[in-house]
């Protein structure tokens, strides 16, 4: 199983025990492997899903077991009182800590 983040520049595809994580580089203007992640008895993966703004994707098995992982590059924390979540070269997520209110920002220029 396999899927495409919402930006379209992040690919995760499952198999057996393990998921596999590639980047589309803009810069190169390549598809680039990332890490592996191995989960002892997950078995096969048969499906893939991100959250829609890309900040987390969920891996399920063929046992019936869901796990979520978090697919951010980066968090930071501004003045305490906003995080800025980096989930794809062109795309960050700004959240306000005090009630989770939520901007996304993307660019179409990497």
Sequence with gaps: AGEFSPSG??????SFNRFRTFSYSPRRKQWEEGEVKTIENLYSVTSVAWKK??????????????????????????????????????????????????????????
């Design 9 to 14: 520049q992040s690919l995760v595809v499952g």
């Design 53 to 110: 703004d890309g900040s987390r994707v969920a891996i399920g098995s063929l046992c019936g077991a869901i796990e979520l992982f978090d697919a951010c590059l980066s968090r930071y924390k501004y003045k305490g009182k906003f995080e800025m979540i980096y989930v794809s070269p062109s795309q960050v997520i700004v959240r306000r800590l005090s009630n989770d209110e939520r901007l996304m920002l993307a660019s179409q220029f990497g």
